[in-house]
């Protein structure tokens, strides 16, 4: 069975200053594992995803995730945090099952 | 090129009545994938089609919901009679393989709220 845990329901930076969200995930097998963001409003945009290639995924508007299988974790960063970075975001993990569970999402709020 | 389009954007309904909820995918994509988020809630899967078929529809809460994607293109959702429980935004997704590993893009979603 898979499972994905999002570690924070809300995340607060101030602008310029490092974004952490945390992934946890389950999987039986060998997973995708995704991100994306959902701006109010607007529909699910695909940040970056992870399919068994590099560990370390780099993704759109600067964001990049980790994968540690020893951990088994997706961590979502970003250096320095944008104003229209706010936003809700969601960790997504798929298996060879192509069953895809997201987790509860984790709102960003970014501090002028 | 067009992405995924979900008509219409809102809909309020008395608990009851019935909506439909329609999801235009992108142009080829023979997948297409229907999601719901109620209110607090994680977004769940509903179910899938390829082309006109559905290959699982395991997430489909109740007999209630109807879903259908005749000649493989657009999908329709219907919620009939719909209960207060129904109410939160339904995504619609479409990929050109299964999400095994490959990228999903989403509608807007359709917020669905049943008085």
């Known amino acids: 069975a898979q499972s994905v845990t999002q570690l924070d329901s809300h995340v607060s930076v101030s602008e310029g200053t490092p974004v952490l969200l945390r992934c946890n995930y389950s999987?039986?097998?060998?997973?995708?594992l995704f991100w994306y963001v959902q701006h109010p409003n607007k529909g699910l945009q695909l940040l970056l995803k992870?399919?068994?290639?590099?560990?370390l995924v780099k993704g759109i508007n600067g964001f990049e995730a980790e994968f540690k299988k020893s951990e088994t974790s997706f961590h979502l960063t970003k250096p320095s945090a944008h104003m229209s970075d706010a936003a809700e975001y969601f960790c997504?993990?798929?298996?060879?099952?192509?069953?895809?569970?997201f987790g509860a999402g984790t709102r960003l709020f970014v501090k002028a | 090129e067009a992405g995924v389009t979900q008509f219409p954007s809102h809909s309020v309904i008395e608990k009851g009545q019935t909506v439909t909820l329609r999801c235009d995918p992108i142009?080829?994509?023979?997948?297409l994938y229907w999601y719901r988020r109620v209110m607090g809630k994680e977004i769940k899967f509903l179910l899938h089609?390829?082309?006109?078929?559905?290959?699982?529809e395991s997430g489909m809460p109740n007999n209630r919901f109807l879903a259908e994607r005749t000649g493989g293109t657009y999908s329709t959702l219907k919620v009939q009679p719909a209960e207060l429980e129904d109410s939160g935004v339904y995504f619609c997704?479409?990929?050109?393989?299964?999400?095994?590993?490959?990228?999903?893009?989403f509608g807007q979603g359709t917020r669905l709220t049943v008085v």
């Open positions: 992870y399919t068994s290639a590099a560990t």
């Open positions: 089609f390829v082309k006109e078929s559905k290959q699982d």
């Open positions: 142009s080829g994509h023979d997948n």
């Open positions: 999987s039986s097998y060998s997973p995708s």
């Open positions: 997704a479409s990929s050109l393989t299964r999400t095994g590993s490959t990228e999903a893009f």
């Open positions: 997504v993990v798929s298996d060879r099952g192509f069953k895809t569970i």
